[in-house]
């Protein structure tokens, strides 16, 4: 008998902001303060900052992930976040907007768009080994070849980074739009 299923708890919270005009600066120096709360925070499991090449420069998407959403609400409902709310809203022009996904879906949100109902699982696991297959072959031979003096777990720790760093924002935002109309049957 195969034991059950591990469900994957993790919560990845998008967050976008604008910035007022001439607030980039002090809003950079506040999300770096941020950053050192959140991942103080007991469940946190990474935060990213990304400025908009393509559209708006006073854009701003925060990627922040928890290993589950207990963790996710303990950290929104301290005082210390609700003030940092407040200190962060001060440079925006309006009220974030906050997207919250369980588990793998985080993968599959397509690009501009609201979160729509995540895909069946079995369709999640193809496309995800699709992304993860072809980085997987090519990204350890290639770097051990690229880099022959590193030590095999400090090349390990580069390589996976580099797995990791390509799926969450190359590989998987293009497979789930080229793949969206068979993983979201009502996706147009």
């Keep these: 008998m195969s034991p059950p299923p ?3 708890t993790t919560v990845t919270v998008v967050v976008r902001r604008r910035t007022k005009p001439g607030c980039e600066t002090p809003f950079e120096e506040a999300m770096r303060e941020f ?9 946190n499991r990474g935060i990213h900052v990304l400025r908009s090449e393509q559209g708006n420069p006073r854009d701003y998407t925060v990627v922040d992930r928890f290993s589950d959403a207990e963790s996710r609400k303990q950290f929104t409902a301290s005082e210390t976040y609700k003030e940092w709310m407040i200190r962060l809203r001060e440079l925006t022009e ?3 907007h906050i997207e919250e996904l369980g588990g793998i879906s ?3 949100t397509l690009p501009g768009k609201p979160p729509a109902k995540a895909p069946p699982k079995p369709k999640m696991a193809l496309v995800t080994f699709l992304g993860v297959y ?10 051990r070849k690229l880099l022959p003096d590193w030590h095999p777990l400090l090349l390990n720790v580069l390589v996976t980074g580099l797995v990791v760093a390509s799926l969450t924002w190359v590989v998987m935002p293009f497979l789930t739009k080229r793949f969206r109309h068979w993983l979201f049957t009502d996706t147009k």
Excluded: H, K, M, N
């Excluded at 950053?35 to 469940?43: E, V, Y």
């Excluded at 072809?134 to 770097?143: A, E, G, N, V």
């Design 6 to 8: 591990v469900e994957d």
């Design 134 to 143: 072809p980085l997987t072959s090519l990204f350890p031979p290639l770097f």
């Design 94 to 96: 309006e009220d974030p």
């Design 35 to 43: 950053i050192a709360f959140a991942l103080a925070s007991p469940g």
């Design 106 to 108: 985080g993968w599959f």
